[in-house]
């Protein structure tokens, strides 16, 4: 089904949209949404997210139909308008394809043509939308691109995903190469992104093994999250699997230098807000999990030593039937007011 925004103040266009469409209403080919002017319209987009196409006049109160068009890649870069208004002369429609409408119909309309104008746009509309499905197919990308963002990309509708949050159980885990930082002062920088990048790619083939998510690359650190069942039990065989695998590299030359990799790793789990967290003004945003497990998970991470897997004591029990734990002790943390109990996974 389509679902169609109609934007014109005339008072009785609504009923002969309805009368003529009756049949595709019916049969749930299309449904219609109306608004009156421009400034309305854009509230209807924020409140249907899952629009497909926009028919709309120019000449309206509050704001007009040109203006409109210029507001919707901000509101909606997906959505794709149609112009159909009476003032059909070569200077308004060629305003209106330079703001960005895809097709233009004069008035007094003609129904059927309306009808195939429509069907073609949200023809267009739909091959985009299977596009960007078909992105997340691509197991390459999967590889190189950011996680995030393919998931923000091929939700149901690609804009509803933008203000979207939800708390969720999961797990987290921060993967840091230790004692890289270093290398980057001694070694040219071609040199250090290779060796960085080849190993980021033996620890997200682990992560990607176990379902987890890459949720995104900071410095000479990875962080993962891992949801659905056994999340946990997935991220910490994957932190054992990762030292392992980072244990068996061997010993880096560039140069006089000598670098045998190690990692540290933190993993928390629990409930944490799940959304696109950045600047909407910017238009970047980060698909994302905050809260203070993750955080938590993150200075757990700046606790552990090279070779370590550190988690906290409520973590701890819920994994000491599966995995061999030893206790640390308690260390204080930032932003923590009593000291947090510590266990490192051995096995």
Request: proline share 2%; aromatic share 6%.
């Given at each position: ?43 209807k987009v924020k409140e249907h997210p899952d629009l497909d196409i926009i028919l709309s006049d120019i000449n309206m109160p509050v704001m007009d139909g040109l203006t409109l068009l210029s507001r919707l890649p901000e509101a909606n870069p997906m959505l ?268």
């Amino acid at each position: 089904m389509a679902k169609i925004l109609v934007v014109d103040d005339e008072t009785d266009l609504e009923l002969l949209v309805k009368q003529k469409f009756r049949r595709k209403i019916r049969e749930s080919v299309y449904e219609f949404i109306f608004a009156q002017n421009g400034e309305e319209a854009l509230q209807k987009v924020k409140e249907h997210p899952d629009l497909d196409i926009i028919l709309s006049d120019i000449n309206m109160p509050v704001m007009d139909g040109l203006t409109l068009l210029s507001r919707l890649p901000e509101a909606n870069p997906m959505l794709k308008a149609v112009v159909v208004s009476a003032y059909g002369d070569m200077q308004n429609i060629r305003t209106a394809m330079n703001r960005g409408a895809f097709d233009f119909v004069c008035k007094p309309v003609d129904f059927e043509d309306l009808d195939l104008t429509m069907e073609k746009t949200i023809l267009h509309v739909k091959q985009m939308q299977e596009t960007i499905k078909a992105i997340k197919e691509n197991n390459i990308l999967k590889m190189y691109v950011d996680e995030n963002v393919l998931n923000f990309m091929t939700q149901k509708s690609f804009e509803s995903s933008l203000l979207k949050s939800e708390l969720v159980d999961a797990t987290v885990m921060f993967i840091d190469v230790c004692g890289f930082t270093a290398i980057t002062e001694q070694v040219a920088a071609n040199t250090v992104v290779k060796l960085l990048n080849s190993l980021f790619d033996t620890i997200v083939k682990e992560i990607i093994s176990q379902g987890g998510h890459v949720d995104k690359f900071m410095g000479d650190a990875v962080m993962a999250v891992f949801r659905g069942d056994y999340h946990l039990d997935k991220a910490i065989d994957t932190a054992l699997a990762v030292k392992e695998q980072i244990s068996n590299t061997e010993e880096i030359i560039a140069g006089k230098l000598k670098f045998k990799p190690e990692i540290s790793i933190g993993i928390n789990s629990g409930e944490m807000v799940s959304g696109n967290i950045g600047s909407a003004s910017l238009k970047r945003l980060d698909y994302t999990v905050i809260g203070d497990v993750v955080n938590l998970a993150q200075r757990l991470q700046s606790t552990a030593k090279a070779g370590q897997i550190i988690i906290t004591e409520e973590t701890y029990q819920k994994a000491k039937e599966s995995f061999s734990c030893e206790k640390i002790g308690e260390v204080v943390l930032k932003n923590k007011a009593k000291p947090v109990t510590i266990y490192q996974v051995v096995a």
